[in-house]
């Protein structure tokens, strides 16, 4: 991309189709795509996007949209570019979400909604896409799609210069003296193939992305406002693309023509104001920042407690549910040994009935034993009368004998 463009080197085509044929080389399809492109076979280009666009791969999904939206190889879709834009996006590629803020804003391939531009630039700059922050600063400023915010127009197309597009520095100067008029001039298909390749074309509406930053060449952005016909309009955008010294002395001869200094003598105050206001803002977000990393250094600490508490809880819990394995065994062996002593309780009164019929039997036996006992001692007692009797008849005759 350096010898391409000449960035830092030499401009040299031949070395950077070397460079590129040897990306190639090393099986880097979106490189072979970028080289079959940049040899002018657009069928071979577009196919092996196409390819690598339905595997997933956001940079020739990006590109597969571009060349949709050009015609370049393909028909040209805008739909269809629309789709493809929108799915590099979701995935986070900067320079489709530029792409599709644009035809959103223009109504290319759907109907026109700002309020969608506003959204997919806003992200796009939040990922510091100068492209994206320079169209949402005049999105704020001209208040389309969003409500107008001269602050944050400022504040976007400041960070836009600060990202690396040069132009934003000429269109500061015409929003403080109130000079800025016309539409955004950074339009879907002005941005190459972006995500650390290489540019697709060598137009001065183009970028060029190298291992995701961004280089934008510099087209005009808005034109001076002035009471002339449309050739100073011409001039001041020319010189706005071309050398940003010239449109500074453009602007001092159209000031001057016109007679506005008191006029911008009070918008350049009241940009001053507004300057002021912002860095009081930018103190304000600092500390704001610095509270925020306090408070989220706070969570931190906080989530490795709870983890800490959360792991010792676990560990409790696991215990638990062992202690509770081993109550269900213990509860289950005592409920066989309760069964158990129920079948032996069981056998026991079993047994006990029977002892106790037998121990009736019994009674009832020894009462008819003391019956009979009885009886042989009233036999006994007439037994021994009888024997007395007769022993007394038997002395009785003895002594009878004797005589």
């Known amino acids: 991309v350096a010898y391409l463009k000449g960035h830092g080197i030499a401009r040299d085509t031949r070395k ?19 080289v079959a492109y940049q040899a002018g076979a657009f069928d071979t280009a577009v196919a092996l996007w ?6 997933g791969t956001t940079d020739a999904q990006y590109a597969l949209g571009l060349v949709l939206l050009k015609g370049q190889g393909v028909r040209s879709n805008p739909k269809q570019s629309l789709q493809w834009f929108g799915i590099a996006a979701k995935a986070g590629n900067t320079t489709a979400m530029f792409n599709l803020g644009g035809m959103y804003w223009e109504g290319i391939g759907t109907t026109a909604d700002p309020t969608m531009a506003v959204y997919w630039w806003t992200r796009a700059a939040e990922k510091r896409d100068p492209a994206s922050q320079f169209n949402l ?11 107008r915010n001269p602050a944050q127009a400022t504040f976007w197309i400041q960070m836009a210069e600060t990202n690396g597009y040069l132009g934003a520095r000429s269109v500061l100067g015409l929003m403080q003296r109130g000079m800025l008029i016309g539409g955004l001039h950074l339009r879907p298909g002005d941005d190459a193939v972006a995500g650390g390749i290489a540019a ?5 509406h183009e970028s060029i992305a190298v291992s995701g930053a961004v280089m934008t060449a510099q087209p005009p952005v ?57 860095k009081k803002q930018r ?11 306090t408070i989220n250094a706070a969570l931190v600490n906080e989530n490795k407690t709870l983890s800490k508490k ?24 005592l409920e066989q040994q309760h069964q158990k002593l129920t079948a032996t309780v069981a056998a026991v009164n079993a047994t006990n009935a029977a002892l106790m019929n037998e121990n009736k039997a019994l009674s009832r036996r020894g009462a008819t034993l003391q019956q009979q006992r009885a009886q042989e001692e009233k036999d006994d007692a007439s037994l021994n009368v009888q024997l007395e009797n007769i022993t007394t008849a038997y002395i009785a ?6 005589a």
């Not at 196409?50 to 595997?55: I, S, T």
């Not at 600063?137 to 799609?145: I, K, P, S, T």
């Not at 000031?255 to 104001?273: G, R």
């Not at 103190?283 to 990393?293: G, W």
Request: hydrophobic letters at 40%; glycine letters at 2%.
């Open 310 to 333: 959360l792991a010792t809880a676990t560990a409790l819990g696991t215990q638990l549910s062992q202690e509770h394995m081993t109550a269900k065994i213990a509860a289950k062996t």
């Open 200 to 204: 697709l074309e060598t137009s001065r």
């Open 397 to 402: 005759l003895e002594k009878t004998n004797q």
């Open 50 to 55: 196409k390819d690598e666009a339905q595997q």
């Open 222 to 278: 808005a034109t001076a406002k002035t009471p002339d016909n449309a050739q100073p309009q011409a001039k001041a955008k020319q010189a706005a693309a071309d050398d940003p010294d010239a449109i500074r002395q453009l602007q001092e001869k159209l000031t001057t023509a016109n007679a506005l200094n008191v006029e911008l003598s009070k918008k350049l105050s009241t940009a001053t104001a507004t300057s002021e206001t912002l």
């Open 137 to 147: 600063g005049l999105a704020y400023y001209f208040g389309r799609g969003v409500p």
């Open 283 to 293: 103190k304000k977000l600092s500390n704001s920042l610095t509270a925020v990393k």
């Open 16 to 34: 950077a189709v070397r460079w590129f044929q040897m990306a190639a080389k090393s099986q880097h399809r979106l490189a072979e795509a970028l």
